[in-house]
């Protein structure tokens, strides 16, 4: 065992005891003294036979799901195995969770008996939260059946990794706006590309490799195939940051912008691995503004941003109009900018801020992770007014990704991207 431990030795009143009836009735010459000793005598005799030393345990723990998604339950086992040639009696152990992740369900502690080679396992539930979490050494307690001593330690866990709450991002719903660089944005106009976009009249001039031969061999008349163009879109997240944007669906369950930033890390990165220019900025925060850019410098950036945005959500009181927010962001926004907007939805500033990013040119879609979801009457009525307010922002012509954060967020948006597509 490597941790290191304390001994708490017990008994030392009858330790006391029988040192001080022994010598009175020595000094006294009294036997009833002598008789009366024996019995903390017979404690210490019982207790240096059932003492314990160092327990030698291993520990090993284990994550279900291993790679969680924000707002997952992952159930973590802690199993505790007794290398030792002795048995324990009393071992208890209490796992070392992390603060941030709020236990929903069963217990990290536990309480076994071991023989030499068994093992025991204790399972507690948590809601997994974005980012890296690092569990500590367990702590242990082992202890003799007459509990004469007890010994304290932590041990290590064998091959500890941390909990790792990722988000994978395939793909997100770009509109209709995209800027002359070559990217992967698929664009409804002709050009050059791989993909199949139409046939037209061959023009003199055409490139002979474009001609379609084997409608010219059916037909004798020349064509020329077109190919869909590809765009790179330029995109800037606006992360909603004000106060609402703090609450969760239940207690120990990430928050909406939590959820959200979450969202923004790996679309971040998904996006621009793809050749588009992506900036980010954040409205109900003091937040600074990231130009769209290929360059991976801008998720250096965004780390930066996000790590402050959570401690200074609501402290920009300036604006609570989102008309009025958009408007100040539009003069910084590139005029071939689409915008994602990330956010709950939880107040009509959504509306404002569609509003008048549609007015200035930019296509919006709104990327809002759904934490409404609960029993009550407040989040029924919270659930209905986000719900009313999501369909008018569809009717003002903004993309909408209604996330149930029951599912993982590629699923919501592959079924936008096929709602899009339908007639």
């Not at 002795?86 to 023989?115: K, Y």
């Not at 990217?183 to 050059?192: E, I, L, M, Y």
């Not at 120990?252 to 979450?262: H, I, R, S, V």
């Not at 927010?325 to 801020?353: H, I, M, S, W």
Request: proline content about 6%; some cysteine.
């Amino acid at each position: 065992m490597s941790g290191t431990g304390v001994r708490t030795p017990r008994w030392r009143i009858a330790t006391v005891a029988a040192a001080v009836l022994v010598a009175a009735g020595v000094l006294l010459v009294r036997q009833a003294y002598l008789f009366a000793a024996a019995v903390p005598l017979a404690y210490l005799a019982a207790a240096a036979l059932s003492a314990t030393d160092e327990p030698d345990v291993s520990l090993a723990r284990s994550f279900d799901p291993a790679h969680p998604v924000p707002g997952e339950r992952v159930t973590i086992t802690l199993t505790v195995t007794n290398e030792g040639d002795a048995p324990l009696a009393d071992l208890r152990v209490v796992d070392a969770v992390p603060d941030r992740l709020g236990v929903v369900e069963g217990s990290p502690r536990g309480c076994f008996g071991l023989r030499s080679g068994e093992h025991a396992t204790l399972t507690y539930d948590v809601i997994a939260r974005r980012g890296t979490h690092e569990f500590g050494d367990p702590d242990l307690r082992a202890r003799g059946l007459a509990g004469s001593a007890v010994y304290t330690t932590s041990e290590p866990v064998t091959d500890d990794e941390p909990l790792r709450c990722e988000l994978a991002l395939d793909d997100l719903p770009l509109r209709e706006q995209h800027i002359q660089f070559v990217g992967q944005a698929p664009t409804n106009t002709p050009g050059s590309g791989t993909e199949f976009y139409a046939t037209r009249e061959y023009q003199p001039g055409d490139p002979v490799s474009r001609v379609d031969w084997r409608h010219f061999a059916s037909t004798g008349d020349l064509s020329t195939v077109q190919f869909r163009r590809r765009r790179a879109a330029s995109v800037v997240f606006v992360v909603d940051a004000h106060d609402d944007a703090t609450v969760a669906a239940a207690t120990g369950e990430p928050t909406a912008l939590e959820l959200g930033l979450y969202a923004v890390d790996h679309g971040l990165r998904a996006l621009r691995e793809r050749g588009n220019p992506v900036g980010v900025t954040a409205v109900g925060a003091g937040a600074s503004f990231v130009e769209p850019t290929r360059s991976p410098t801008v998720e250096a950036e965004y780390d930066g941003m996000r790590e402050s945005l959570a401690a200074d959500a609501g402290s920009d009181g300036l604006f609570t109009d989102g008309g009025r927010e958009a408007k100040r962001l539009c003069r910084k926004l590139p005029n071939d900018a689409q915008v994602a907007y990330v956010t709950p939805a939880l107040g009509d500033r959504v509306l404002g801020a569609v509003e008048a990013f549609r007015a200035h040119g930019h296509e919006v879609t709104v990327l809002s992770p759904d934490v409404t979801e609960g029993d009550t009457l407040g989040h029924r009525v919270a659930a209905g007014e986000r719900a009313l307010r999501l369909v008018a922002a569809r009717e003002l012509g903004a993309g909408v990704v209604d996330w149930d954060t029951d599912e993982p967020l590629r699923v919501a948006i592959a079924e936008t991207i096929t709602g899009w597509a339908s007639p």
